[in-house]
């Protein structure tokens, strides 16, 4: 890549982040579904998750407690609103994924990392922590007032590091939340982080990695 960006900007959960909402969910309710069942309502969860943040900003406790209550409504299960706390309040006790920090480590040397995460300012700090590398700046869906895959989530980033889309590059595992509004928004030098969440579609142009030791390559690094 003969582009050198000015930051290098990546989403956090599921990217960097190995964000287990599935294993929360399966904790939970195992014992009361079938496997084809429980991978159904894992699939349920996840799409509701992204249809609460397409809206009015709200705290992330309301986007779990929300999408966990019409998930266990569409599967027939009896919804515990404390079952979504707790949940909710494991997010800020996980770690990265096991390839992340060697290779944040060796690009944050050359460029500043750039966190853009759908996270309140209480979780994310513990997250940010478990790197492994330094992240320049953080930035909040709450700060924001909008989740990813909302541009204005994007454009509050662009107004505080004072740049444009042609001068970051966003490294994301997700086409839903990141890729496609990056890619509407202009951003021409993109990562995806392939984790397995979603399927290719490369018509949204990007550099596809299996995971983040491969980055510094990717900069010449």
């Excluded at 287990?20 to 309502?41: C, I, N, P, S, T």
């Excluded at 800020?92 to 460029?111: C, I, N, R, S, Y």
Aim: with cysteine.
């Amino acid at each position: 890549m003969a582009f050198r960006p000015k930051f290098i900007t990546f989403d956090c959960h599921g990217t960097m982040i190995f964000f287990d909402m599935a294993g929360a969910a399966r904790d939970h309710y195992a014992d009361k579904l079938g496997a084809e069942q429980m991978d159904a309502f894992i699939r349920d969860f996840s799409a509701y998750r992204l249809d609460e943040v397409l809206g009015a900003w709200k705290p992330y406790a309301d986007v779990v407690h929300n999408s966990l209550e019409r998930t266990c409504k569409r599967n027939g299960i009896a919804f515990d609103p404390a079952i979504a706390e707790d949940i909710y309040n494991r997010v800020p006790t996980w770690g990265p994924h096991p390839d992340v920090p060697a290779g944040l480590a060796k690009v944050a040397k050359e460029f500043p990392l750039v966190a853009l995460t759908n996270s309140m300012n209480s979780q994310i700090p513990h997250n940010i922590a478990r790197l492994g590398a330094p992240i320049t700046h953080v930035y909040t869906a709450e700060d924001a007032q909008a989740y990813k895959p909302q541009m204005r989530a994007f454009e509050y980033m662009f107004d505080m590091l004072g740049c444009g889309p042609e001068d970051v590059l966003h490294v994301s595992s997700s086409m839903r939340y990141d890729l496609m509004t990056a890619h509407d928004l202009g951003i021409k030098n993109k990562v995806w982080v392939n984790r397995g969440h979603e399927p290719a579609n490369p018509y949204y142009g990007y550099t596809e990695i299996p995971d983040v030791t491969a980055l510094p390559a990717i900069l010449g690094l």
